[in-house]
């Protein structure tokens, strides 16, 4: 009985862990770094939530974060911002923090660049 006790408690506590991983809660997850988007060699390709891609939606991939949820992206360069949903995973490019689509790399205004410092801050 004992051991029962001690496994589910063990088993409790690795649940806890996991529901936090990935922002846990709408609307807690704040970082900042680096953004870059994705685009035409994308488009109507299978998302990792099993949408096809859109470059002209609002949409961006995130390593952690469940699919579903809105995120605003703010570009520190010039402070343009845009909510956007999470439906696919990555950035897979070391030190990226999300990849957007192109229609709302336009609303941040790093065509240009390609990559731009960001904030992403969820959303309840």
């Known amino acids: 009985m004992r051991r029962l006790s001690i496994l589910l408690g063990l088993f409790s506590l690795l649940l806890a862990g996991c529901s936090s991983f990935g922002g846990g809660v709408p609307g807690d997850y704040r ?4 953004a870059s988007y994705y685009g035409k060699a994308h488009h109507g390709n299978r998302t990792a939530s099993g949408e ?7 949409t961006a991939a995130h ?42 790399a ?18 309840k």
């Open 31 to 34: 970082a900042e770094g680096k």
């Open 52 to 58: 096809r891609f859109n470059q002209n939606a609002l």
């Open 106 to 123: 336009e609303s941040l205004d790093m065509i240009r660049s390609g990559v731009a410092p960001v904030r992403v801050e969820s959303l």
């Open 63 to 104: 390593r952690t974060l469940p699919f579903g949820t809105m995120v605003r992206v703010t570009n520190l360069n010039n402070d343009r911002s845009v909510v956007v949903r999470i439906n696919d995973r990555g950035p897979f490019a070391r030190g990226r923090i999300i990849d957007v689509s192109r229609k709302a």
